[in-house]
């Protein structure tokens, strides 16, 4: 028994049993190894290439009130704001001359941005840059809705499903809100034909490693193209005041089952990441990330997204944060290109 080597199994499989993931998740012994094996994996299909995605975070009034978030309807301390359809154009104008092929749209659930409006800054973006990808990730809409963007030209969503399991998902959300409704997104989205991402939180107040171990079954049934996850962070301005952030280590593991998991998937090592390690997003791509998401947003507002807290990079423009990234990127031995970078090939199981 002493041969027992999850990671080998893993890497060939891609797939574990529930009691081997189970141990895998839960020690240090094969983090090398594991480590080691996923950044294989991600040269083989992606060689040392990052992909950059130009985050524009255009509005923080959110509907919603999950209880983990910052900019939760319930923060009453928020300053809210929202840039003007010009003021995102101005941040895809910079962001393009910057070598960004991709504009990530974000928002809390805004109903200020209606979905004729949403579809013509969509339109907008989509006939100025037709060499770029449109991202939208402005939570759960009906179908029709995801259908409207995507007509207007937006080709990818991000939607974390945030916990795969029931129990857990209503601890960190009220009641207004299921797990329900955030798969029946997920499933239309795909079914319109965006390119989807989803993703969890690590170390989100009452997980267990049996929640993570269905969040990667979830996500082996979705098979998503862009899968995020980043350690939960603590915000002192929600219900989950008094609770710790997730581990780096955890993360950094969960990265590279991911990697082995879904070997095609670009899969960003996040701000959350390089919020709680100074040298977060560097390992997070030494253990298999591929994709890093700078924000584009203007500096004046960027404090003010603030999904938890000490997040980075708020004072820099978007010049410095795209040289900042491509050094970090550089010295973890890897290389930023100016590229769409879609999934190489639609993974499957
Ligand atoms: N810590 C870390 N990540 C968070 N998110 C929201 N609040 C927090 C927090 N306190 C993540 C969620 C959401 C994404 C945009 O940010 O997973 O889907
Ligand atoms: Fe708005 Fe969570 S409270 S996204």
Partial sequence: MNDFNPVLQLNIERDLPEASLKLLLQSEKWDSSLTAAADRKRREIYADEVYLRGLIEFSNFCKNNCFYCGIRAGNQNAVRYRLSKE????????????????????????????????????????????DCAITLSLGEKPRESYKAYFDAGANR??????????AHYRKLHPE??????????????KDIGYQV??????????????????????LQELKPDMIGIGPYIT??????????????????????????????????????LGTIHPQGRELGLKAGANVV???????????LYELYENKICTGEEAAQC????????????????????????????
């Fill in 235 to 272: 915000h002192k301005e929600t219900p989950f005041a008094s609770f710790q952030s997730g581990s780096l280590t955890l993360t950094l593991r969960l990265i590279s089952v991911l990697r082995l998991m879904f070997p095609y998937a670009l899969i960003p090592a996040t701000t959350a």
């Fill in 293 to 303: 998401m700078p924000n584009l947003s203007p500096v004046r507002v960027r404090k």
């Fill in 322 to 349: 795209r040289s900042c990234l491509e050094r970090r990127v550089a010295a973890a031995g890897y290389r930023v290109v100016t590229a769409i970078g879609n999934a190489k090939k639609e993974h499957m199981l």
């Fill in 157 to 166: 969503y991000l939607l974390r499903h945030e916990t795969a399991n029931d």
């Fill in 87 to 130: 003021e995102i154009l101005d941040c895809c104008v910079e962001g393009y001359g910057l070598g960004f092929r991709t504009f990530v749209l974000q928002s809390g659930e805004d109903p200020f941005f209606t979905d004729s409006l949403l579809c013509e800054i969509v339109s907008e973006i989509r006939s100025r840059f037709p």
């Fill in 176 to 189: 207004s809100m299921s797990l329900t409704n955030r798969k029946r997104c997920l499933y239309d989205l």
């Fill in 197 to 218: 991402g989803s993703g969890f939180m690590v170390g989100s107040p009452y997980q267990t490693v049996d929640c993570i171990i269905e969040d990667l079954r979830f």
